[in-house]
C-alpha cells in the first residue's frame, strides 16, 4: 500500500483514467523561425521555446557514448539524477530535457500534441550528435518518454539515434483498455476538459523507494494534478505507441519490472509479442522491479544492464535480467 501521507504525482494515474475520445485541447508550438540551439542548461526549440536541459557527463569530458533521456508523464528532466550520475562514471554522457508542458518548459500542464514533441527530440538528437560525432546516441523513455521513443523512431524523420532504451514503456494503448474507461474520457474530453485529477488514494505504488517518492510529492516541478485533455493527449501517444511498436528497425532494450502498478502487464506482453518479429528487441524483465525501475531500491541492476548494453549490445545483461521466462511472462 502507498502511504496515506504521500501525495503522488499524477503518473501513477494511469489505471483507472486512461480512455479514449474526442479531440483535446492542445497548447501547439508557435511558428518556426529560429534554428534550434543546445546550451549547457538549456535547449532552444525552432519555435523560440526554452526548454531546461539537465546533463551528467563523464569528468574526462569525452564520453564513450550519450544517452538522450526522455521522462515520464507529469516528471521533467531531473528524473535522470540517479542513473546519469552512475551512466557518467562510467563514460556515458547523459542528456534530459524538460518536455513542453512539463517542469519548466512553457504551457506547464498542457499538451502541446505528439508532433511536437517529435520534432523537439529530432531537434535535440541532432544538436547532441553534432556536439559528439563520431560516438554512439541513444534514446532512452521512461513511461511516457518510451512511447514517445517509438513514435519518434517510426517517424518520417527518425531521430539520429543508433537504438533506443525503453523503461518500463507506456503502450497502454485503447486496443487493452476496458470499454467504460475509453467511454469515460469520451465524454470527459468533451465537457470537462479542464478538469484536473490528481493520484491520491488510488492504492497504486510506483516503486519500493519509498523516501524518493516523498521527494516527488514535495517537488513542485512535478506536476500533482492533471487537465483531462492532458490525459487524452498522453492516451493518443500511447495508441501510436503500441500500433508501431513492429516498425522499429533499430536495436532496442526494453526494461520492465514485474510489479509495476501502473503499466499493466497485458498491453506489456502485447508490445513484446510485435516487437519479437522485429529481431532488434533484448528484453530485461526485473522480479523486484516497479514503474519506476531507474528509481527503484535495485535501481542498479538497470543502471548496469544500460551501461553493459550501450557498450556491447551482443552480450547478456550483467543483472541476468534478459534470461527470465520471456514465455510465462507472455501468457494471459
Request: aromatic share 8%; charged share 20%; hydrophobic share 45%.
Amino acid at each position: 500500500m502507498i502511504l496515506k501521507s504521500l501525495r503522488l504525482p499524477c503518473f501513477v494515474l494511469f489505471p483507472c483514467l486512461l480512455l479514449g475520445g474526442c479531440t483535446p485541447l492542445i497548447h501547439p508550438p508557435g511558428p518556426n523561425h529560429v534554428e534550434p540551439q543546445l546550451r549547457k542548461s538549456h535547449f532552444v526549440a525552432t519555435d523560440g521555446a526554452v526548454l531546461p536541459v539537465r546533463s551528467w557527463l563523464p569528468r574526462s569530458g569525452k564520453p564513450e557514448a550519450v544517452i538522450v533521456a526522455l521522462h515520464g508523464f507529469n516528471d521533467y528532466g531531473n528524473a535522470f539524477a540517479m542513473p546519469g550520475r552512475y551512466l557518467s562514471e562510467r563514460g556515458i554522457a547523459l542528456y534530459a530535457y524538460d518536455q513542453r508542458g512539463f517542469g519548466n518548459a512553457p504551457g506547464r500542464g498542457l499538451w502541446a500534441g505528439m508532433d511536437a514533441y517529435v520534432d523537439d527530440l529530432d531537434h535535440f538528437t541532432r544538436l547532441v550528435r553534432q556536439n559528439y560525432p563520431g560516438k554512439p546516441v541513444y534514446i532512452l523513455g521512461e513511461s511516457m518518454g518510451g512511447a514517445l521513443a517509438i513514435v519518434a523512431m517510426t517517424s518520417a524523420r527518425p531521430p539520429a539515434a543508433d537504438g533506443i532504451i525503453l523503461s518500463a514503456p507506456a503502450v497502454w494503448g485503447r486496443a487493452t483498455m476496458p470499454w467504460y474507461q475509453r467511454a469515460l474520457l469520451t465524454i470527459s474530453v468533451s465537457t470537462v476538459p479542464w478538469l484536473e485529477l490528481t493520484g491520491e488514494s488510488l492504492g497504486i505504488l510506483p516503486s519500493d523507494n519509498i523516501e524518493m517518492l516523498r521527494g516527488l510529492g514535495r517537488d513542485p516541478l512535478v506536476i500533482k494534478e492533471t487537465r483531462v485533455d492532458t490525459i487524452y493527449g498522453l492516451v493518443n501517444l500511447m495508441d501510436e505507441a503500441l500500433a508501431r511498436v513492429e516498425k522499429l528497425n533499430k536495436e532496442v532494450l526494453v526494461l520492465y519490472g514485474e510489479h509495476d502498478q501502473v503499466i499493466p502487464k497485458e498491453p506489456v506482453s502485447l508490445m513484446l509479442k510485435k516487437l519479437s518479429k522485429t529481431g532488434v528487441a533484448r528484453v530485461a524483465l526485473y522480479e523486484q522491479g516497479y514503474h519506476l525501475l531507474l528509481r527503484d531500491l535495485s535501481a542498479a541492476k538497470p543502471w548496469g544492464d544500460i551501461a553493459a548494453w550501450v557498450a556491447d549490445r551482443s552480450k547478456p545483461l550483467p543483472s541476468g535480467a534478459d534470461k527470465r521466462n520471456m514465455v510465462a511472462f507472455l501468457k494471459p
